[in-house]
C-alpha cells in the first residue's frame, strides 16, 4: 500500500495526492509538464519535496510535519527508467547484480534472469541488446533490489510498436507474482488503460481525479479532465433538477438543458444528487451510451443527425455527425466497421442518435468568480410574475362540461393549477371564466384568486386572454413576465413553469416565449411586462394574437422536447391515454 | 641532447600529474554538490592560469614565495625548501599553472554522467562510496585519462613560468624547453632542434591518444546512443 501527498512550490509546483494498493498499477497520466515524473522521482527520494509524506507499506519514506526523509538509498524501491538507465560499462548480469541487497544470494539474478528471458544474454552490455531486451534488464534489475514499491516512468516509451505489446503481456504477466504496488507514469491513454487498475489524472502538478480506467473515461470529473483523457466532444449545458412528481415522490431524472439561452434543447439525465439546481455544466457521453439508428424508435434524447464525415480506421470507424438541433453541434463518435455497414452509413445520411440517460456525464463548471455571481444574480433576480389562468371554454367535445373541474386523484384541476402557481407568482392569478362561470368559483372559493369573467366566451380564446391581461395590467402595470396557461393541460408541474421561467430569465431579446415540441405550439406561453403595457396600451383591440402577427421578430420559439407543454385534455380519448399512461384515475364533472 | 634536462621535466611532469588528478577527481566529486554559484566562482579561478601571460604568475610567485617576503620566509624557516629558483618552486609553479588542463577534463567527464544514471544507482542503493567506485569513476576514466595526458604534456613544454620562477639551474630548474632556449642561445641549433623534435612528437602523440580515448566507444556516449 502507497499513499502519496506531495507539496512544493518549487523547483516545480507540485500539489497532489493519491494512493495504490498492493498488487494494483496506478497510472499518472498527464501531458508533459504536468508533474508526472517529478511526482516517480519525488516518491523514490530522488526529488527533495519540501511538504508532503510518503507511506509505502508500514514504513514512513517521507513526513515533513515528523521531519522525516529517507534518502534513495534507504528506500527500497525498484525504478525502471525512461531510456532505461543501465550503466554502459556493465553486462547485464552486472546491471542486476548491483542492485542486489547485501545479504541477498545470486540465486536471485539467475531466477530473474530466467524469468526475463535473459539467460543468453547475460554477459551482453547494455549496447549489444535491443531496446526490449534492454528494458528487461531494466526491470530485473528494479526486481533484484526486493523493493517495496515499483516505479515504472514512461518505460514502455522508448521501444517499438511491436516490442511495446510483447512488454505489456510480460508486465501483465509479471504482475500477477506480485503483490507491491505499481506507479507508471505515461503520456499514453491506451497504455494507461490497458495496463492500469487505477489512474490519477495530472495537471500542472496536481492531480485532479483519481478512480478506475472505466470510471474516468465515462465520468471525467471536470472539463479539464475529460479533455486531457481525450473526450474530443465536451458540450455546454445547464443543470435542472426535477421537482418532486406530483404523485409526490422524489424524481431521479432530471434535466439538462443543452445549450444557452433560448436555442437549447433538453436532455433527460440521471439526478445524481451532486449539483445543486440550475448549476452550469460541461457534458459528455461515453460512447457506449450513444445509440445510432436509421429510424426514430426512441422519444427521449433523440435527434435527428447528418453524416458529414466516415474516416476509415482499420476495425473501426470514426464517424462526425452534425446534430439537427437549433445550434451548431456536431459529434465524433468510434463505431465499428461491421456497424457502418449495417448501417449502410455514407456521407450525408440522416440517422437518429440517443443518448441513454445513464451515460451523460455532467462535470460543474467553475468559472470565473464574476461571472459565477453575475450569472447567480440573474438567476436569483427577483421578478414579478403575473398569471392568466384560461378556463372559458365549453368542453363541447366531452359534453361540454367544465374540463377544469375534472378530479385527478380527488383534486380538481383548476385546483391543481392555482396551487402550481401559487410559488410563482406574485400577485393573485387572473382566473378567466366564460361558460361554466359560477360553477368553478362555488368550487374554488379563495380569496388568492382574482376571477375575470369573459361575458362573450364565444368569441374565442382572444377575448379571454386580453379580458386577463386588462386585469393583471390593472393590479400591476410593472409586472416583469406574465404566464399564459390554459386550465386543461393536466401535465404541467412545478418543474415545468420553473423551467420556462427559466428560460425568459436567460432571454436576451423578444417579448414572447413558446414552447414548441416536436413541432406543435405548447402552453404555457409567456409575455414580457413590455410586451403586456405595449398590448394594452396601444387599443382596446388589439389581441395579444394581432401583436404577435404584427412583430413576428418578438416571438421566441423555444424548441423543447417536455410533451408536458402540448398534452391537453380535449376529447374522451386524451382522458383515456392520460389515464392509461399515469394510472391516475379521473372524475369527470357533471354538466349544468 | 641534455638528457638531464629530459630527466627533470619527466620528473616534473609526473610529479605535477601525480598531484592534480587525484585532487581534481576529489574536487569534481566535491563541487557537483555545491551551488551553481560556487562552482562558476571556483570554474573562474580554475580557469584562470590558461589565459594570464606566464610571467604574470611568475611575478606573484615571485613575490610571494621569495626568502625576503613574508610567506616564503615563513615556509623556508619551517622546511628549509625554498620556493624560488629551486625544483619544488618549479613543481609548484607547474601545479598551479596546470590546475586548468587537469581539473576542468575531469569535471567535465564527471558532469556528463545523465542525471538518469546517478538517480538509477541510488535507485539501485549503492551508497555514495560504491556509486562513486563502481559507477562514477568507471564512467568519468577517460575524462582522468585525458587530463593525465595534457597535464604531462603541458608539464614538459611548459617555458615562461619555469625559466621566472626557477632559473636556469642545470639537474635543478633546468627543464626540457629551457634547455632548447639556452643551446639557441649558445647556438648548438642541431642539438636545439633534436629536442625539440622529441618535444614535437612526445606532444603529438599525447593529444592523438587523448582525442582517439575521447572519440572512440566512449561509454557515456554508448550510454546515450
Known sequence: ML???????????????????????????????????????????????????????????????KNQFLSPTQRSVGMVFQNYA???????????????????????????????????????????????????????????????????????????????????????????????????????????????????????????????????????????????????????????KNQASESGTES??????????????????????RLPDQTE???????????????????????????????????????????????????????????VKELQLSIGKTIYVSFDPAGIHIMPVYADPAIKNAQKQRREKQIQVGAILLVAGEGSRLGSIPKPLMKIEGLTLLERHINTLQGFVTLPPVVVTGFHAEQMQEHLNRQDINWVRNPQPKRGQSSSVRLGLEALYQSNPALDVVLMMLGDQPYINTADIRQIIEKFKVMKNGEFLLPMVDGKRGNPVLLSGKGLRDIIEHSPEMTVRQYMDMYPEKVIIWESSNEHFIFDIDTPQDIMDFQNKTGFSIELPLSR | MDWQALYLSTQLGALTALVLIPTGILVSFWMHKRSTLTNQILETLFTLPLVLPPTVLGYYMLVSFGKGSWLGGWLYELTNISFVFSFAGIWLASLIFNIPFAWLPIRRSFEAIPQELKDAYKTCGLTTWQAFWKIELPLAWKGIVTALIMTFTHTLGEFGVVLMVGGNIPGNTRT??????????????????????????????????????????????????
Not at chain 1, 291 to 299: I, T, W
Not at chain 2, 209 to 225: F, M, V
Request: net charge neutral; charged share 20%.
Open chain 1, 281 to 339: 455544466v460541461k457534458w459528455v457521453v461515453s460512447a457506449q451510451y450513444i445509440d445510432l439508428s436509421l429510424v426514430k424508435n426512441l422519444e427521449i434524447n433523440t435527434f435527428a443527425a447528418t453524416l458529414t464525415q466516415i474516416l476509415q480506421l482499420g476495425d473501426i470507424s470514426s464517424i462526425t455527425l452534425n446534430l439537427d438541433l437549433p445550434f451548431q453541434e456536431s459529434m465524433h463518435i468510434e463505431i465499428s466497421a461491421r456497424m
Open chain 2, 176 to 225: 626540457v624547453s629551457i634547455s632548447i632556449y639556452d643551446q639557441m642561445q649558445t647556438l648548438h641549433m642541431e642539438e636545439a632542434g633534436m629536442m625539440a623534435l622529441l618535444l614535437l612528437v612526445i606532444s603529438f602523440i599525447g593529444l592523438l591518444l587523448s582525442q582517439t580515448l575521447l572519440a572512440r566507444n566512449h561509454s557515456i556516449a554508448r550510454y546515450k546512443s
Open chain 1, 252 to 273: 431521479s431524472l432530471a434535466t439538462l438543458q443543452w445549450g444557452r439561452g433560448i436555442h437549447s434543447v433538453d436532455l433527460q439525465i440521471i439526478d445524481k444528487g
Open chain 1, 86 to 240: 543501465l550503466f554502459p560499462h556493465l553486462t547485464a548480469y552486472q546491471n542486476i547484480r548491483l542492485a542486489l541487497p547485501k545479504n541477498e544470494s545470486e540465486t536471485l539474478i539467475e531466477a530473474l534472469l530466467r524469468d526475463m528471458g535473459l539467460l543468453d544474454l547475460q554477459k551482453r552490455y547494455p549496447h549489444e541488446l535491443s531496446g526490449g531486451q534492454r528494458q528487461r534488464v531494466a526491470l530485473a534489475r528494479a526486481f533484484a533490489r526486493k523493493p517495496n514499491l515499483l516505479l515504472l516512468d514512461e518505460a514502455f516509451s522508448a521501444v517499438d510498436h511491436p516490442t511495446r505489446k510483447i512488454l505489456y503481456e510480460e508486465l501483465i504477466k509479471l504482475r500477477q507474482r506480485i503483490e507491491i504496488p505499481i506507479v507508471m507514469v505515461t503520456h499514453d491513454l491506451r497504455e494507461a488503460r490497458l495496463l492500469s487498475d487505477k489512474m490519477c489524472i495530472l495537471d500542472q502538478g496536481k492531480s485532479l481525479q483519481q478512480a478506475t480506467p472505466a470510471h474516468i473515461f465515462s465520468s471525467p470529473r471536470n472539463k479539464r479532465v475529460a479533455q486531457l483523457v481525450g473526450l474530443s466532444d465536451i458540450y455546454s449545458g445547464t443543470f435542472f
Open chain 1, 3 to 65: 499513499q502519496v501527498k506531495l507539496q512544493s512550490q518549487s523547483p516545480v509546483f507540485l500539489d497532489m495526492a493519491f494512493e495504490c494498493q498492493g498488487g494494483e498499477l496506478l497510472a499518472l497520466v498527464g501531458p508533459s509538464g504536468s508533474g508526472k515524473t517529478s511526482a516517480l522521482r519525488a516518491i523514490a527520494g530522488l526529488l527533495p519535496v519540501p511538504t508532503g509524506k510518503i507511506i509505502v507499506g508500514d514504513q514512513t519514506w517521507m513526513d515533513s510535519e
